[in-house]
């Protein structure tokens, strides 16, 4: 069994930044993939950005060049760092995990999540 903690959300004013990081304990695999998934009010969850244990990352294309998906120590650990916040931010975000040969982008291939933390972005 897998255990995900998130932690580092919160409420900022636009244009602020947010560091967002995931811890997953208990047997996890050294072929695994971690991935960012965020859902807004009335929204579905959409994958944020994902980064697999030999450290190939991806980002959704609204995120790109001001989030950052990165890993810790080791494979068990991940961040988001967020920079430049928008309102559209606004949302649940959760880490999820699996052990994989790749990373997915569909919330029902993770196997193991998080509670979730939330992040409110103010205009």
């Known amino acids: 069994q897998v255990q995900v903690v998130e932690s580092g959300g919160g409420s900022v004013q636009a244009g602020e930044s947010l560091r967002l990081s995931c811890a997953a304990s208990?047997?996890?695999?050294?072929?695994?993939?971690m991935a960012w998934f965020r859902q807004g009010p009335g929204k579905e969850r959409e994958a944020v950005a994902t980064v697999y244990s030999g450290g190939t990352t991806w980002h959704t294309d609204s995120v790109k060049g001001r989030f950052t998906i990165s890993q810790g120590d080791s494979w068990k650990t991940m961040y988001l760092q967020m920079n430049t916040l928008k309102p559209d931010a606004t949302a649940m975000y959760y880490c999820?995990?699996?052990?994989?040969?790749?990373?997915?982008?569909?919330?029902?291939?993770?196997?193991?999540w998080g509670q979730g933390t939330q992040v409110t972005v103010s205009p």
């Open positions: 999820a995990s699996r052990a994989a040969l790749s990373c997915s982008l569909t919330p029902n291939f993770y196997m193991f």
């Open positions: 208990g047997a996890v695999s050294s072929s695994n993939c």
